[in-house]
């Protein structure tokens, strides 16, 4: 059966935190040690999720694919962190574990840019670990390039060093 995507609800937000975290262990566990994966909990992502929808569900669009009925993963956009104008942030694509390779990811990434488009932004950025390597392939054979800057966050106790990659939304 086909993937279907819908814009997210409150009642998504708790499943959307418990598939982000199993998405981020099967993503980040080759690069990253387990200490660093093992919190936040399922629950705690989902609280997280609640949390975050609360503050900006005005300016940001969650979207969440379904197959059969069930949740297979999402995309959270918004305003861009540099606050261009012009200039949307796919701010996450997540996917559950056993859809990796089915589509779905690309089926997000190109309703959170046709999303983009029709918000009025003409270029989109993102974020990306960089030593995800299988992240970085999806997004640049979706035609994402890196600009050539860099910003160091934590997950847990690990530095995760991340590039910044852009491309202009079709159409523009």
Do not use: K
């Not at 969440?64 to 012009?86: I, K, M, N, T």
């Not at 690309?106 to 990306?128: E, N, S």
């Not at 970085?136 to 106790?157: K, L, M, S, V």
């Amino acid at each position: 059966m086909t993937v279907t995507l819908r814009p997210a609800v409150a009642d998504d937000l708790v499943p959307v935190g418990a598939l982000h975290q199993r998405s981020r262990i099967a993503a980040y566990s080759s690069f990253l040690p387990p200490e660093a994966l093992a919190d936040p909990t399922p629950e705690a992502m989902g609280a997280y999720w609640v949390e975050r929808w609360t503050w900006e569900r005005d300016e940001h669009l969650m979207t969440v694919a379904e197959r059969d009925g069930r949740l297979v993963g999402f995309s959270y956009l918004g305003p861009d962190d540099g606050g261009d104008p012009a200039t949307g942030l796919l701010n996450a694509i997540h996917l559950d574990p056993a859809e990796r390779g089915r589509g779905t990811g690309r089926a997000l990434m190109v309703d959170a840019l046709d999303t983009m488009r029709a918000r009025g932004w003409r270029r989109a950025v993102l974020w990306v670990l960089e030593s995800n390597a299988a992240a970085r392939h999806f997004y640049e054979r979706g035609g994402w390039r890196a600009t050539g800057d860099r910003r160091e966050e934590r997950i847990g106790p690990a530095r995760t060093p991340q590039l910044r990659y852009a491309r202009q939304l079709p159409g523009c």
